[in-house]
């Protein structure tokens, strides 16, 4: 009797735990297509594009379609990446498909080719040298001088920030011709002897340098101490020795200052991998780290998944920060997985933070991770001084007292520049009428019990919901009782920029948030136009994050008291992380720095911790208070979500999941409505798993959640598995 014919195991990105079996494409034998190759399948009545991840007999009698093609020459996810996504697949109990898809850009996701990553810049032609002479001053002429050589990508962005626009310019009056460069491109040297590190720097260098194989390191250094000089060092190191570096920050608007920076200290390109970027630029930038082209990448979240062949370090920048978890679809921690696939790459892992993670924290003190600390800022640079401005019974301009503005006039006075943190974007968080009290609630959102409201924005124009995004123009009216005294409450970045724009009308006052920093590049733009001039700086948590500025002098903190009385149990750390790193925005060179905190509850005691002992009193509070309750790091949790149109359904789904869990030595809280029990037209419910031993909830998990997807209930929901969620929302 003859063998069965070979197949292809093909994980496809659906929702489904199992593999597809296919026949190899017409003309090809099975082995001849790679595991980690993509190959475009007939899928139903479509066409879907997988990933080969083993190959093996087909069943008797059971007829299967041949794969359409396969599109590569060899494999895409090979070796240390392709094990650990199929790791993360079982830890996270996510479908392999799914997860291998989130680890490939979403051009090669979609079947598209390879990028070509032969490396080009652009040169001046000879129409260019010709007109250049007869050029007027500016950013194009400074440009068009610059491209008498030519000039890759990497080298415009250190020599020549915003080169772009000038470089449109140039291209539409035919003065510059595009050039493929070759493979290497040199740069300016980097400057010896520039960086002279202090004891404990030093100490943090020699022990990452030391580190032979598998090292995680927390790098626990206070606002200013020079954690990022560090990591240089680190990086340097790593290139001497012929090896890839990857470091992840985690927000977009870090990264054109890091490159910078990078690439000026480094003196090798420096490739970035972020979502502001279009999708062939990302998987360029994947490929050619694939391909070992790419010998330091900088990037957000989604860059923990570049491949490394060639690996020597991962840094993970900010490690506390709450961006680098995924909110939706694969459920992952960026953080977490580096220093996974740090353990399987056999290099240094540096987790490094001025306000680091309880967890992180807690692996240190147990011993997990070497725990190397920068105690004091860098240079001439001292910590600000810190003041809890008591607001009860004070009249307030746009949330800001007149002791506030009393300090920021003097600031601006002073030559300093100013930041007024505010994090709620917007103009005022509620629409309501002084009349009848009728405020404008989102109908996407809302429930009877719990409305939603929508927030004011446009000065007062327009009404938008911040959880769904549905958006209409304000009333004219109220609609109850026809009243015209309609009025916005509450105070967001955009009411606070305008009071300070009427008060200070003779310096720049430019808002950061998500409204004002949409475009490519905006944030450094925004930072390049106040450049060291004396002004203000609004902003929300986006100002939080690493940021540099020298001539900042005057932080003023608004509207923290919302965050002093959550229910969420990491409420207080997040609250904490957040004023320690704003504080650290203030006085980072020369000058003296302060920092305001605006309270109605000036003895709460996480201000009076803060205050008085700083971040690692609060977290050795915290860390008690946690064990005592029994919460992570003490303890393991998994979110199970559900929702649908109506209540029934979700409720009926976790109720069949907690009875499956009862069996197991895990403890199921639920199922309960959620916090915010609708969002986007769906009713929201959820149970939490939690269980003192990490085995015993992956024990639990890999019984139940196979039995979920074939539940009868799983038709008429959504639902989702959040191992390890950051918040219970």
């Known amino acids: 009797m003859a063998?069965?014919?070979?197949?292809?195991?093909?994980?496809?990105?659906?929702?489904?735990?199992?593999?597809?079996?296919?026949?190899?494409?017409?003309?090809?034998?099975?082995e001849a297509v790679a595991v980690g190759q993509r190959v475009r399948v007939p899928f139903g009545p479509?066409?879907?594009?997988?990933?080969?991840?083993?190959?093996?007999?087909?069943?008797?009698?059971?007829?299967?379609?041949?794969?359409?093609?396969?599109?590569?020459?060899?494999?895409?996810?090979?070796?240390?990446?392709?094990?650990?996504?199929?790791?993360?697949?079982?830890?996270?109990?996510?479908?392999?498909?799914?997860?291998?898809a989130t680890g490939l850009p979403a051009s090669l996701r979609r079947g598209e080719p390879l990028p070509d990553i032969a490396r080009r810049g652009w040169v001046l032609n000879e129409a260019g040298r010709t007109a250049l002479p007869a050029m007027r001053a500016g950013k194009p002429k400074a440009l068009a001088a610059l491209l008498a050589e030519a000039r890759d990508e990497d080298a415009l962005d250190a020599a020549h920030p915003g080169w772009r626009a000038p470089l449109r310019a140039l291209r539409e009056r035919g003065l510059v011709d595009g050039v493929v460069l070759d493979a290497v491109v040199a740069m300016a040297a980097p400057a010896a002897g520039a960086f002279q590190p202090n004891a404990e720097q030093q100490i943090?260098?020699?022990a990452i340098r030391a580190a032979d194989g598998f090292a995680p390191f927390l790098l626990d250094g206070v606002t200013g101490s020079g954690k990022t000089e560090v990591y240089l060092q680190a990086i340097a190191d790593c290139l001497a020795r012929g090896r890839q570096a990857l470091v992840l920050v985690p927000e977009i608007g870090l990264t054109p200052q890091a490159l910078a920076r990078f690439r000026a200290r480094l003196g090798v390109p420096?490739?970035?991998?972020?979502?502001?970027?279009?999708?062939?630029?990302?998987?360029?930038?994947?490929?050619?780290?694939?391909?070992?082209?790419?010998?330091?990448?900088?990037?957000?979240?989604?860059?923990v998944f570049v491949p490394l062949p060639e690996a020597g370090l991962i840094v993970v920048d900010e490690e506390h920060d709450g961006s680098y978890k995924q909110f939706d679809g694969i459920r992952y921690h960026a953080r977490d997985f580096a220093v996974v696939r740090a353990r399987a790459l056999g290099v240094p892992a540096v987790l490094g933070s001025a306000t680091p993670a309880l967890e992180t924290l807690h692996n240190a003190q147990a011993g997990r991770y070497a725990h190397l600390r920068l105690r004091q800022r860098?240079?001439?640079?001292?910590?600000?001084?810190?003041?809890?401005?008591?607001?009860?019974?004070?009249?307030?301009?746009?949330?800001?007292?007149?002791?506030?503005?009393?300090a920021v006039r003097a600031?601006?006075?002073?030559?300093?520049?100013?930041?007024?943190?505010?994090?709620?974007?917007?103009?005022?968080?509620?629409?309501?009428?002084?009349?009848?009290?009728?405020?404008?609630?989102?109908p996407r959102c809302s429930t009877e019990d719990r409305p939603t409201p929508m927030t004011v924005h446009a000065h007062g124009k327009r009404l938008q919901c911040h959880h769904c995004g549905h958006r209409k123009p304000s009333p004219p009216a109220c609609p109850d009782c026809a009243s015209l005294a309609l009025q916005p409450q509450g105070n967001g970045t955009e009411r606070i920029e305008a009071e300070l724009q009427a008060r200070f009308s003779e310096v720049p006052v430019l808002r950061i948030d998500r409204g004002s920093t949409g475009h490519r590049d905006a944030l450094q733009k925004h930072f390049d136009d106040l450049g060291t001039r004396r002004g203000i700086l609004i902003g929300t948590q986006?100002?939080?994050?690493?940021?540099?500025?020298?001539?900042?002098?005057?932080?003023?903190?608004?509207?923290?008291?919302?965050?002093?009385?959550?229910?969420?149990?990491?409420?207080?750390?997040?609250?904490?992380?957040?004023?320690?790193?704003?504080?650290?925005?203030?006085?980072?060179?020369?000058r003296a720095g302060t920092v305001l905190l605006q309270t109605h509850h000036p003895d709460h005691p996480l201000l009076q911790t803060l205050v008085a002992g700083g971040y690692h009193a609060f977290v050795d509070g915290e860390l008690a208070l946690r064990e005592a309750a029994g919460f992570p790091p003490f303890a393991h949790l998994a979110l199970l979500r559900a929702e649908a149109r109506h209540a029934e359904p979700p409720m009926q789904f976790l109720q069949a999941a907690k009875a499956t869990l009862d069996a197991f030595a895990v403890e199921a809280s639920g199922p309960l409505l959620a916090p915010m029990p609708r969002r986007a037209g769906y009713v929201r419910a959820q149970l939490v798993v939690s269980a003192p031993d990490r085995r015993a909830l992956h024990a639990?998990?890999?019984?139940?959640?196979?039995?979920?997807?074939?539940?009868?209930?799983?038709?008429?929901?959504?639902?989702?598995?959040?191992?390890?969620?950051?918040?219970?929302y």
């Not at 009848?436 to 609630?441: D, E, I, M, T």
Request: with cysteine; proline share 7%.
């Open 378 to 406: 860098a240079g001439a640079a001292r910590p600000p001084q810190v003041r809890v401005l008591d607001v009860r019974k004070r009249p307030l301009q746009a949330g800001l007292s007149d002791e506030a503005l009393a």
């Open 411 to 442: 600031a601006v006075d002073a030559g300093g520049q100013v930041l007024v943190f505010r994090n709620r974007r917007g103009y005022a968080p509620v629409l309501l009428c002084h009349d009848c009290g009728w405020s404008a609630h989102c």
């Open 542 to 590: 986006m100002l939080a994050k690493g940021h540099d500025l020298p001539n900042l002098t005057l932080v003023v903190v608004v509207g923290i008291d919302e965050g002093l009385f959550s229910a969420d149990f990491r409420s207080g750390e997040k609250l904490a992380q957040l004023l320690v790193q704003v504080a650290g925005r203030a006085g980072r060179a020369e």
């Open 700 to 728: 639990a998990l890999d019984a139940v959640v196979p039995a979920l997807h074939a539940a009868p209930e799983a038709r008429r929901v959504r639902w989702s598995l959040d191992v390890d969620p950051v918040d219970l």
């Open 3 to 30: 063998a069965s014919p070979s197949v292809l195991r093909v994980a496809l990105p659906v929702p489904l735990p199992r593999l597809f079996d296919y026949l190899p494409p017409l003309g090809m034998a099975a």
């Open 270 to 303: 420096v490739h970035a991998l972020h979502s502001g970027l279009n999708d062939n630029e990302r998987a360029a930038t994947w490929w050619a780290a694939a391909t070992g082209k790419a010998r330091v990448i900088v990037g957000t979240r989604s860059a």
């Open 204 to 206: 943090a260098i020699d």
């Open 46 to 100: 479509r066409e879907a594009c997988g990933l080969v991840v083993a190959h093996g007999l087909a069943e008797p009698g059971v007829e299967l379609r041949a794969a359409l093609a396969a599109l590569d020459d060899g494999p895409v996810l090979q070796g240390e990446l392709l094990a650990s996504l199929r790791w993360l697949a079982g830890y996270l109990h996510a479908p392999l498909g799914e997860v291998l």
